[in-house]
């Protein structure tokens, strides 16, 4: 079992940061990918980016590569992603999730642990 818990999130304005944070904790023996999503009202969850956690290699859905940054601090446990120049489109509900499974990044049924969320509204 994989324990995720996200924060970070809040209000803030287009143009400016932030820097979400995942504490993962829990048997992450079997954890071979950790994948950010995100998910609007009304629309579906959508894959940001994902880490390998054994090459380290980064994953990012092709219009996320400019503002987004995936990274891992691994002596902490913690997750991060960083969003740049936010954008009133960026608001919504953001979680992390940990992955066992090969395969595709941006599919969220390839994640089988979910954090309960971080919400972030951009205003313009």
């Known amino acids: 079992q994989v324990h995720l818990v996200e924060s970070g999130g809040g209000s803030v304005q287009a143009g400016g940061s932030l820097r979400l944070s995942c504490a993962v904790s829990?048997?992450?023996?079997?954890?071979?990918?950790m994948g950010w999503f995100r998910q609007a009202p009304g629309k579906e969850r959508e894959a940001l980016a994902a880490?390998?956690?054994?090459?380290?290699?980064?994953h990012y859905e092709d219009s996320k590569k400019a503002r987004f940054a995936i990274s891992q601090d691994n002596d902490k446990n913690t997750l991060y992603l960083q969003i740049s120049n936010l954008r009133p489109e960026d608001t919504g509900v953001y979680y992390c999730a940990a992955s066992s499974k090969w395969g595709p990044f941006y599919v969220p049924a390839q994640y089988d642990f979910w954090g309960q969320g971080t919400q972030v509204t951009v205003s313009s």
């Open positions: 880490i390998s956690m054994h090459s380290g290699d980064r």
């Open positions: 829990g048997d992450t023996s079997n954890t071979r990918k």
